[in-house]
């Protein structure tokens, strides 16, 4: 017998994620279909993690009005899910005359759409805020702020299903049909039953908004690559540096301090079209390089430890060719469907005002009663690197694995990582360890700790070493020995 939800969210990201928890609030039976085996290996898990302020795009619109409500509420949802945060401000910089032109008319829209405490800056105020930026003008946008958008969307996730929201991973959906008042849903794990479906499947939205009704969108993507610099550079970036939009208001290469210590130099900006690419160049490499330069002084080879790439959504209007608003649909001629598409930046900023206008879409049919059992608030894993020296040594005292470190250069210790392995979305790959402790995350790269993640894996949660998997379906760890193995 299939299995019967009030509501099916389609995708686990941080939308499906953000719209899974404000659902919760009510009584509701609630399952999260996730193509993927944890939340965050999509557009949501590659982006920079900016709390953006609501500039970057035209007053009136529903992105830059969801933008700005999630910026203001920020520190009472990080405090509420117990995610690391920062409203350190940003700046954007110009570069001569003509790039003041455009960085002025920007400050204008920074006006319009009553974005708090902007002020423009000459080069020496700037550099009196932040040493080591570049550039002869700036904007300074003191709302802004920095978050890891893993802990985030995990923190989500996880306070979901603390409110008794089912995550089904690895259930890609490939087939819906409404069928006496449930939407009959195939996925690769089987069928359910749902009789509201919540489409926000990111990346690919647009195939279930035209299976549901809602009409074909022509996905246009767009792929960003990334450089991380080591931590050793960390302190010498408070605050995130964009470059004045070009002519068509689009930004070029930024840099960004992490909340975990990082500086991150990216994206680039290269339309796919409907294609998928997740792959990081040499090319790239180099490019980033060069733009960083102009921004950040230790943007230096030396202090690389990583690149990776993004994929973003982009929806045109076929009309005008322009990039549509973030879209929240419902028709009176589809049953019990919320259509969610077109949300890429600021979605991260965005993702639990959208979620509230989902359930608002949801209460305009029907009545839903409240759960008052619901709790809001989640604990993260204690970060033992970040403890006192004193507080170290009581987490040792309470439990020795606290004593043992599994990660090296990010200070994680073996009862982190198990705390992360028996996480309440039931997620054991090296990858989902990996965005909840940050381990192999350091300068050498899992070089010294992942085989012993996959180790205890094997201890802890009775795997065959055969059964782990990087992050996704196949992507084995280990396939055979390297050679034969002999007694001693």
Not at 265 to 277: F, K, L, Q, R, Y
Request: net charge neutral.
């Amino acid at each position: 017998m299939s299995r019967q939800f009030d509501v099916a969210i389609i995708g686990g990201g941080v939308i499906g994620s953000a719209v899974a928890r404000e659902l919760s609030r009510y009584k509701l039976s609630i399952c999260v279909l996730e193509k993927e085996l944890d939340v965050c290996n999509g557009v949501s898990g590659h982006n920079t993690g900016l709390l953006h302020s609501g500039i970057l795009h035209k007053a009136g619109t529903l992105r830059t009005e969801c933008c700005k409500e999630g910026n203001a509420e920020f520190e009472r949802v990080a405090e509420e899910l117990d995610v690391p945060f920062r409203r350190c401000g940003k700046f954007i910089v110009a570069f001569g005359e003509e790039e003041k032109k455009r960085l002025v008319s920007f400050y204008h829209r920074g006006i319009e759409n009553e974005i708090p405490g902007i002020t423009m800056l000459t080069g020496e105020e700037l550099r009196e805020k932040e040493p080591n930026a570049k550039g002869d003008h700036a904007i300074y946008i003191p709302s802004a702020g920095i978050l890891c958008p893993f802990t985030y969307t995990i923190a989500l996730a996880e306070n979901a299903a603390m409110n008794g929201v089912t995550y089904l991973f690895g259930s890609e959906v490939t087939g819906l049909a409404y069928k006496e008042k449930n939407y009959e849903i195939r996925t690769q794990q089987g069928i359910l039953m749902a009789r509201w479906i919540v489409n926000c499947a990111g990346l690919y939205a647009y195939k279930f908004s035209a299976m549901l009704g809602f009409g074909e969108y022509k996905p246009d993507r767009v792929k960003g690559e990334y450089l991380i610099l080591d931590k050793h550079v960390g302190s010498e970036l408070s605050r995130p540096i964009y470059p004045t939009p070009n002519e068509y208001g689009a930004f070029d290469v930024h840099v960004t301090p992490t909340i975990d210590g990082n500086i991150l130099v990216g994206p680039t900006i290269e339309n796919i079209g409907s294609g998928i690419d997740y792959d990081a160049t040499e090319g790239m490499i180099r490019h980033l390089g060069e733009k960083g330069k102009e921004l950040f002084s230790y943007t230096k080879r030396e202090y690389y430890i990583r690149n990776y790439a993004g994929v973003f959504p982009s929806l045109k209007n076929p009309e005008s060719d322009e990039e549509l608003d973030f879209q929240i649909q419902t028709k009176e001629s589809i049953p019990c469907a919320v259509n969610v598409v077109g949300i890429n930046s600021p979605g991260l900023t965005s993702a639990l005002p959208i979620a509230r206008r989902v359930a608002e879409k949801i209460k305009e049919r029907e009545k839903l009663a409240v759960n008052r059992a619901y709790d809001p608030k989640r604990k993260g894993i204690i970060r033992f690197g970040a403890q006192s020296e004193e507080g170290k040594r009581r987490l040792i005292e309470e439990d020795a694995d606290y004593g043992e470190i599994y990660c090296r250069c990010e200070c994680v210790t073996k009862a982190e990582i198990k705390q992360a392995m028996h996480n309440i979305l039931g997620v054991s790959t090296v990858s989902g360890i990996k965005y909840r402790t940050r381990a192999t995350m350091g300068r050498c790269q899992g070089g010294y700790c992942e085989t012993r993640i996959a180790s205890l894996l094997q201890e802890e949660l009775g795997k065959d070493k055969k059964e782990i998997v990087l992050n996704k379906k196949d992507a084995y760890m280990f396939t055979g020995e390297v050679k034969p193995y002999e007694e001693a």
